[in-house]
Protein backbone atom coordinates (compact mmCIF):
# COMPACT_ATOMS: atom_id res chain seq x y z
CA UNK A 1 0.00 0.00 0.00
CA UNK A 2 1.28 3.64 -0.62
CA UNK A 3 3.08 5.53 1.81
CA UNK A 4 3.33 8.64 3.41
CA UNK A 5 -0.41 9.68 2.60
CA UNK A 6 -0.65 11.56 5.26
CA UNK A 7 1.03 14.62 3.49
CA UNK A 8 -1.98 14.38 0.62
CA UNK A 9 -5.43 15.32 0.79
CA UNK A 10 -8.22 13.00 0.95
CA UNK A 11 -8.93 12.89 -2.24
CA UNK A 12 -5.43 12.86 -2.82
CA UNK A 13 -4.97 9.62 -0.75
CA UNK A 14 -8.06 7.70 -2.40
CA UNK A 15 -6.66 8.25 -5.66
CA UNK A 16 -3.06 7.11 -5.14
CA UNK A 17 -4.40 3.91 -3.02
CA UNK A 18 -6.71 3.00 -6.14
CA UNK A 19 -4.48 3.75 -9.20
CA UNK A 20 -1.41 2.62 -7.76
CA UNK A 21 0.20 -0.65 -9.63
CA UNK A 22 0.24 -3.47 -6.87
CA UNK A 23 -0.47 -1.37 -4.12
CA UNK A 24 -3.82 -0.47 -5.45
CA UNK A 25 -7.03 -0.74 -3.33
CA UNK A 26 -9.03 -3.39 -5.04
CA UNK A 27 -12.68 -3.12 -4.65
CA UNK A 28 -15.26 -4.91 -5.60
CA UNK A 29 -18.28 -3.25 -7.11
CA UNK A 30 -21.77 -5.29 -7.28
CA UNK A 31 -23.97 -1.75 -7.89
CA UNK A 32 -22.69 1.60 -8.45
CA UNK A 33 -24.63 4.88 -8.86
CA UNK A 34 -22.85 7.68 -10.46
CA UNK A 35 -24.24 10.82 -9.53
CA UNK A 36 -22.63 13.70 -11.43
CA UNK A 37 -23.32 17.56 -11.27
CA UNK A 38 -23.04 18.59 -14.72
CA UNK A 39 -20.07 16.83 -16.26
CA UNK A 40 -19.28 13.61 -17.60
CA UNK A 41 -17.66 10.88 -15.27
CA UNK A 42 -15.35 8.19 -16.97
CA UNK A 43 -14.78 5.10 -14.93
CA UNK A 44 -11.95 2.83 -16.15
CA UNK A 45 -12.22 -1.11 -15.66
CA UNK A 46 -9.66 -3.65 -16.19
CA UNK A 47 -10.46 -7.08 -16.21
CA UNK A 48 -7.80 -9.90 -15.23
CA UNK A 49 -9.20 -12.54 -14.09
CA UNK A 50 -10.74 -15.41 -16.84
CA UNK A 51 -14.56 -15.80 -14.39
CA UNK A 52 -14.67 -12.02 -14.06
CA UNK A 53 -17.20 -10.32 -16.29
CA UNK A 54 -19.38 -7.25 -16.94
CA UNK A 55 -22.80 -7.24 -17.22
CA UNK A 56 -23.62 -5.42 -20.36
CA UNK A 57 -26.51 -3.24 -21.50
CA UNK A 58 -28.34 -2.32 -24.72
CA UNK A 59 -30.88 0.62 -25.66
CA UNK A 60 -33.87 -0.76 -27.44
CA UNK A 61 -35.50 3.16 -27.82
CA UNK A 62 -37.68 3.06 -24.74
CA UNK A 63 -35.41 0.94 -21.87
CA UNK A 64 -32.25 -0.73 -21.42
CA UNK A 65 -32.27 -4.51 -22.26
CA UNK A 66 -29.55 -6.79 -21.06
CA UNK A 67 -27.22 -7.82 -23.92
CA UNK A 68 -27.00 -11.96 -23.96
CA UNK A 69 -24.32 -14.28 -25.05
CA UNK A 70 -25.27 -18.07 -25.73
CA UNK A 71 -23.69 -21.15 -23.71
CA UNK A 72 -19.90 -20.24 -25.28
CA UNK A 73 -20.46 -16.51 -24.94
CA UNK A 74 -21.04 -15.53 -28.14
CA UNK A 75 -23.55 -12.62 -28.35
CA UNK A 76 -27.03 -13.70 -29.42
CA UNK A 77 -28.37 -12.22 -31.78
CA UNK A 78 -32.31 -13.33 -33.66
CA UNK A 79 -33.16 -13.01 -36.61
CA UNK A 80 -36.32 -13.09 -38.96
CA UNK A 81 -37.91 -17.12 -38.82
CA UNK A 82 -36.73 -18.73 -42.40
CA UNK A 83 -39.91 -20.11 -44.31
CA UNK A 84 -40.17 -24.02 -43.53
CA UNK A 85 -40.43 -24.51 -47.43
CA UNK A 86 -37.25 -23.61 -48.50
CA UNK A 87 -35.35 -22.53 -45.27
CA UNK A 88 -33.91 -19.65 -47.20
CA UNK A 89 -34.08 -16.01 -46.62
CA UNK A 90 -36.56 -14.54 -49.48
CA UNK A 91 -35.71 -10.88 -50.44
CA UNK A 92 -39.04 -9.25 -51.32
CA UNK A 93 -38.58 -5.78 -53.24
CA UNK A 94 -40.46 -2.68 -51.34
CA UNK A 95 -42.39 -1.58 -54.38
CA UNK A 96 -45.93 -2.83 -55.65
CA UNK A 97 -46.40 -4.18 -59.15
CA UNK A 98 -46.76 -1.87 -61.53
CA UNK A 99 -45.79 0.96 -59.31
CA UNK A 100 -43.06 2.94 -59.21
CA UNK A 101 -39.15 1.92 -58.21
CA UNK A 102 -38.19 2.62 -54.87
CA UNK A 103 -35.00 1.72 -52.86
CA UNK A 104 -31.81 -0.02 -53.67
CA UNK A 105 -31.46 -2.40 -56.97
CA UNK A 106 -30.90 -6.24 -56.07
CA UNK A 107 -28.25 -8.40 -57.86
CA UNK A 108 -29.83 -10.93 -60.11
CA UNK A 109 -28.18 -13.26 -61.68
CA UNK A 110 -28.49 -16.18 -64.96
CA UNK A 111 -27.81 -19.65 -65.07
CA UNK A 112 -26.39 -21.54 -68.15
CA UNK A 113 -28.30 -24.65 -68.76
CA UNK A 114 -27.03 -27.20 -71.43
CA UNK A 115 -30.66 -28.11 -72.45
CA UNK A 116 -33.67 -26.18 -72.73
CA UNK A 117 -35.16 -25.71 -69.69
CA UNK A 118 -39.82 -25.41 -69.54
CA UNK A 119 -41.11 -23.09 -66.61
CA UNK A 120 -45.17 -24.02 -66.22
CA UNK A 121 -47.06 -20.59 -65.45
CA UNK A 122 -46.32 -18.39 -62.38
CA UNK A 123 -42.93 -20.38 -61.75
CA UNK A 124 -39.80 -18.38 -61.37
CA UNK A 125 -36.57 -19.10 -63.10
CA UNK A 126 -33.35 -17.75 -63.71
CA UNK A 127 -32.72 -15.43 -66.32
CA UNK A 128 -30.88 -18.07 -69.47
CA UNK A 129 -27.48 -17.31 -70.36
CA UNK A 130 -25.59 -18.82 -73.10
CA UNK A 131 -22.71 -20.55 -72.61
CA UNK A 132 -20.27 -17.30 -72.88
CA UNK A 133 -22.49 -15.80 -70.21
CA UNK A 134 -24.37 -13.77 -72.64
CA UNK A 135 -28.05 -13.45 -72.02
CA UNK A 136 -29.93 -16.09 -74.07
CA UNK A 137 -33.11 -14.58 -76.56
CA UNK A 138 -35.60 -16.60 -77.79
CA UNK A 139 -38.35 -14.81 -79.98
CA UNK A 140 -40.66 -18.12 -79.57
CA UNK A 141 -41.27 -17.70 -83.69
CA UNK A 142 -42.57 -13.99 -83.43
CA UNK A 143 -41.09 -11.04 -84.48
CA UNK A 144 -38.70 -8.94 -81.61
CA UNK A 145 -38.55 -5.14 -82.15
CA UNK A 146 -35.82 -3.81 -80.84
CA UNK A 147 -35.10 0.11 -80.68
CA UNK A 148 -31.94 2.03 -81.31
CA UNK A 149 -29.02 0.74 -83.49
CA UNK A 150 -28.35 -2.83 -83.91
CA UNK A 151 -24.62 -3.88 -84.66
CA UNK A 152 -24.87 -7.47 -86.72
CA UNK A 153 -21.54 -9.03 -87.66
CA UNK A 154 -21.94 -10.60 -91.46
CA UNK A 155 -20.05 -12.34 -93.99
CA UNK A 156 -17.60 -11.06 -96.31
CA UNK A 157 -20.28 -12.25 -99.21
CA UNK A 158 -23.60 -10.10 -97.38
CA UNK A 159 -21.38 -7.18 -96.57
CA UNK A 160 -20.62 -7.06 -100.51
CA UNK A 161 -24.35 -7.30 -101.20
CA UNK A 162 -24.94 -4.39 -98.91
CA UNK A 163 -21.97 -2.59 -100.67
CA UNK A 164 -24.06 -2.97 -104.37
CA UNK A 165 -26.52 -1.79 -102.63
CA UNK A 166 -25.91 1.26 -101.39
CA UNK A 167 -24.06 2.17 -105.00
CA UNK A 168 -27.95 1.28 -106.25
CA UNK A 169 -29.74 3.32 -104.17
CA UNK A 170 -27.55 6.03 -104.92
CA UNK A 171 -27.58 5.56 -108.80
CA UNK A 172 -31.68 5.73 -108.12
CA UNK A 173 -31.07 9.00 -106.39
CA UNK A 174 -29.17 10.69 -109.09
CA UNK A 175 -31.70 9.73 -111.72
CA UNK A 176 -34.70 11.16 -109.17
CA UNK A 177 -33.07 14.06 -109.41
CA UNK A 178 -34.65 17.46 -110.61
CA UNK A 179 -31.95 18.02 -113.82
CA UNK A 180 -32.82 13.89 -114.32
CA UNK A 181 -36.10 13.13 -114.71
CA UNK A 182 -35.82 9.52 -116.43
CA UNK A 183 -37.57 7.35 -113.83
CA UNK A 184 -40.68 10.43 -113.50
CA UNK A 185 -40.58 9.61 -117.35
CA UNK A 186 -41.11 6.20 -117.44
CA UNK A 187 -43.66 6.31 -114.38
CA UNK A 188 -45.72 8.62 -116.71
CA UNK A 189 -44.99 5.87 -119.65
CA UNK A 190 -46.05 2.80 -117.41
CA UNK A 191 -49.42 4.83 -116.54
CA UNK A 192 -50.29 5.27 -120.18
CA UNK A 193 -49.37 1.72 -120.91
CA UNK A 194 -51.89 0.59 -117.86
CA UNK A 195 -54.26 2.77 -119.16
CA UNK A 196 -53.70 1.46 -122.98
CA UNK A 197 -53.92 -2.13 -121.37
CA UNK A 198 -57.08 -2.24 -120.05
CA UNK A 199 -58.52 -0.40 -122.71
CA UNK A 200 -56.88 -3.12 -124.87
CA UNK A 201 -58.76 -6.24 -122.64
CA UNK A 202 -62.02 -4.57 -122.79
CA UNK A 203 -61.71 -4.85 -126.73
CA UNK A 204 -60.44 -8.38 -126.15
CA UNK A 205 -63.68 -9.07 -124.18
CA UNK A 206 -65.99 -7.62 -127.15
CA UNK A 207 -64.36 -9.59 -129.97
CA UNK A 208 -63.95 -12.74 -127.70
CA UNK A 209 -67.78 -12.39 -127.24
CA UNK A 210 -68.12 -11.57 -131.10
CA UNK A 211 -65.86 -14.45 -131.86
CA UNK A 212 -68.22 -16.87 -129.37
CA UNK A 213 -71.66 -15.96 -130.92
CA UNK A 214 -69.64 -16.59 -135.07
CA UNK A 215 -68.34 -19.75 -133.87
CA UNK A 216 -71.75 -20.80 -132.72
CA UNK A 217 -73.40 -19.47 -135.85
CA UNK A 218 -70.86 -21.11 -138.00
CA UNK A 219 -71.51 -24.83 -136.15
CA UNK A 220 -75.23 -24.39 -136.65
CA UNK A 221 -74.61 -23.92 -140.39
CA UNK A 222 -72.31 -26.48 -139.97
CA UNK A 223 -74.55 -28.63 -138.55
CA UNK A 224 -77.24 -27.80 -141.13
CA UNK A 225 -75.35 -28.43 -144.03
CA UNK A 226 -73.71 -31.69 -142.69
CA UNK A 227 -77.21 -33.01 -141.22
CA UNK A 228 -80.29 -33.35 -142.58
CA UNK A 229 -82.20 -30.06 -142.17
CA UNK A 230 -81.26 -28.57 -145.22
CA UNK A 231 -81.96 -31.87 -147.15
CA UNK A 232 -83.97 -32.32 -150.54
CA UNK A 233 -84.54 -35.21 -152.05
CA UNK A 234 -86.46 -35.92 -155.13
CA UNK A 235 -89.15 -38.81 -154.95
CA UNK A 236 -91.30 -37.63 -158.25
CA UNK A 237 -90.92 -34.74 -161.19
CA UNK A 238 -93.51 -32.38 -162.23
CA UNK A 239 -93.56 -30.25 -165.46
CA UNK A 240 -91.14 -27.73 -165.97
CA UNK A 241 -92.33 -24.09 -164.86
CA UNK A 242 -95.55 -25.61 -162.85
CA UNK A 243 -97.73 -23.41 -160.62
CA UNK A 244 -95.79 -25.81 -158.29
CA UNK A 245 -92.06 -23.99 -158.36
CA UNK A 246 -93.72 -20.62 -157.78
CA UNK A 247 -95.38 -21.84 -154.84
CA UNK A 248 -91.92 -23.40 -153.79
CA UNK A 249 -90.40 -20.26 -154.02
CA UNK A 250 -92.94 -18.29 -152.11
CA UNK A 251 -93.53 -20.48 -149.62
CA UNK A 252 -89.73 -20.77 -148.69
CA UNK A 253 -88.40 -17.44 -149.61
CA UNK A 254 -85.91 -19.05 -152.14
CA UNK A 255 -84.96 -17.38 -154.93
CA UNK A 256 -85.13 -19.37 -158.16
CA UNK A 257 -84.91 -16.84 -160.46
CA UNK A 258 -80.69 -17.63 -161.50
CA UNK A 259 -81.92 -21.39 -161.38
CA UNK A 260 -82.04 -23.57 -164.18
CA UNK A 261 -84.65 -25.86 -162.94
CA UNK A 262 -85.70 -28.33 -165.45
CA UNK A 263 -88.74 -30.36 -162.82
CA UNK A 264 -90.18 -29.80 -159.33
CA UNK A 265 -89.90 -32.20 -156.40
CA UNK A 266 -91.35 -33.16 -153.73
CA UNK A 267 -89.40 -32.93 -150.65
CA UNK A 268 -88.47 -36.30 -149.04
CA UNK A 269 -91.30 -37.63 -146.35
CA UNK A 270 -94.25 -36.27 -148.03
CA UNK A 271 -95.92 -40.17 -149.04
CA UNK A 272 -99.46 -38.95 -149.40
CA UNK A 273 -101.64 -36.22 -149.61
CA UNK A 274 -105.00 -35.51 -148.29
CA UNK A 275 -107.46 -32.98 -148.25
CA UNK A 276 -111.06 -31.68 -146.72
CA UNK A 277 -112.69 -28.50 -145.72
CA UNK A 278 -114.70 -27.04 -143.02
CA UNK A 279 -117.98 -25.25 -144.10
CA UNK A 280 -119.38 -23.92 -141.31
CA UNK A 281 -117.09 -21.85 -139.88
CA UNK A 282 -118.11 -19.44 -136.98
CA UNK A 283 -117.23 -15.97 -135.96
CA UNK A 284 -115.37 -17.57 -132.64
CA UNK A 285 -112.27 -19.60 -132.68
CA UNK A 286 -112.59 -23.68 -133.67
CA UNK A 287 -110.74 -26.01 -134.76
CA UNK A 288 -109.94 -26.63 -138.54
CA UNK A 289 -110.70 -30.33 -138.34
CA UNK A 290 -110.43 -33.54 -136.63
CA UNK A 291 -107.31 -35.16 -135.43
CA UNK A 292 -105.28 -35.75 -138.88
CA UNK A 293 -101.49 -36.76 -138.48
CA UNK A 294 -99.55 -34.51 -141.17
CA UNK A 295 -96.14 -32.47 -142.05
CA UNK A 296 -97.69 -29.88 -144.25
CA UNK A 297 -100.57 -27.75 -144.73
CA UNK A 298 -101.78 -25.43 -146.79
CA UNK A 299 -105.05 -23.75 -145.92
CA UNK A 300 -107.45 -21.40 -148.20
CA UNK A 301 -110.49 -19.40 -148.04
CA UNK A 302 -112.80 -20.65 -150.36
CA UNK A 303 -113.91 -18.68 -153.47
CA UNK A 304 -117.50 -18.09 -152.81
CA UNK A 305 -116.68 -16.55 -149.35
CA UNK A 306 -117.97 -13.22 -148.33
CA UNK A 307 -115.95 -12.54 -145.19
CA UNK A 308 -112.60 -13.25 -144.42
CA UNK A 309 -110.93 -15.92 -142.81
CA UNK A 310 -108.49 -15.85 -139.73
CA UNK A 311 -106.00 -18.42 -139.73
CA UNK A 312 -103.88 -19.23 -136.08
CA UNK A 313 -103.63 -20.81 -132.74
CA UNK A 314 -106.45 -22.42 -130.51
CA UNK A 315 -106.42 -18.32 -129.18
CA UNK A 316 -106.73 -16.96 -132.70
CA UNK A 317 -108.88 -13.76 -133.32
CA UNK A 318 -109.44 -11.63 -136.24
CA UNK A 319 -106.91 -9.13 -134.28
CA UNK A 320 -103.84 -11.93 -134.03
CA UNK A 321 -104.85 -14.46 -137.13
CA UNK A 322 -103.73 -14.59 -140.18
CA UNK A 323 -106.21 -12.88 -142.75
CA UNK A 324 -107.57 -14.71 -146.14
CA UNK A 325 -109.07 -13.62 -148.30
CA UNK A 326 -111.77 -15.30 -150.87
CA UNK A 327 -108.87 -17.45 -152.49
CA UNK A 328 -105.92 -16.66 -150.33
CA UNK A 329 -103.88 -19.78 -149.18
CA UNK A 330 -101.66 -19.74 -146.11
CA UNK A 331 -99.16 -22.86 -145.81
CA UNK A 332 -97.62 -24.05 -142.27
CA UNK A 333 -95.28 -27.50 -141.35
CA UNK A 334 -97.43 -29.15 -138.29
CA UNK A 335 -97.49 -32.72 -137.33
CA UNK A 336 -101.68 -32.61 -136.81
CA UNK A 337 -104.37 -31.04 -138.91
CA UNK A 338 -106.17 -30.57 -135.19
CA UNK A 339 -103.41 -28.11 -134.32
CA UNK A 340 -104.76 -25.12 -136.80
CA UNK A 341 -107.54 -22.98 -136.07
CA UNK A 342 -110.11 -20.93 -137.69
CA UNK A 343 -112.52 -18.05 -136.87
CA UNK A 344 -114.37 -16.13 -139.55
CA UNK A 345 -115.65 -12.54 -139.90
CA UNK A 346 -119.03 -13.66 -141.62
CA UNK A 347 -120.91 -17.11 -139.67
CA UNK A 348 -120.68 -20.22 -141.46
CA UNK A 349 -118.08 -19.24 -143.94
CA UNK A 350 -115.65 -21.87 -145.77
CA UNK A 351 -112.28 -22.86 -145.17
CA UNK A 352 -110.46 -25.75 -147.79
CA UNK A 353 -106.98 -27.83 -147.14
CA UNK A 354 -104.86 -29.77 -147.95
CA UNK A 355 -102.32 -31.61 -145.88
CA UNK A 356 -99.25 -33.75 -146.71
CA UNK A 357 -98.16 -37.24 -145.08
Known amino acids: MASNLHKYSVQESLNLMMNTGEDALKVDIDNVTLI ?7 IEVHIDQAEDSILAYGYDGSSN ?16 TLPSSTSTIEVVGDAAENAAVAGNPVLVGGRYDSSA ?18 V ?8 LTIDGTVTANLSATDNAV ?57 EILDNAISGSEMQVDVVASLPAGSAAIGKLAANSGVD ?20 GNNTAVGTSAEVLASSQACKHIDVMAAIANTGI ?26 DNVNDVYVVASVDGEDAQYVYYS
Open 117 to 134: RTLGDGDVGAVALDADGA
Open 136 to 143: HITDGGNA
Open 65 to 80: QKIKTDSSGNIQIDVL
Open 256 to 275: IGDVDVTSTVQPAGFGSIGH
Open 162 to 218: LDAMVVDLAALETLQTSTNTKLDTLETTLTAIETDQAAIEIVLGTIDADTGSIKTAV
Open 36 to 42: TEGSDVN
Open 309 to 334: IYVGGSGVTSANGIALYAGDVYSLDI
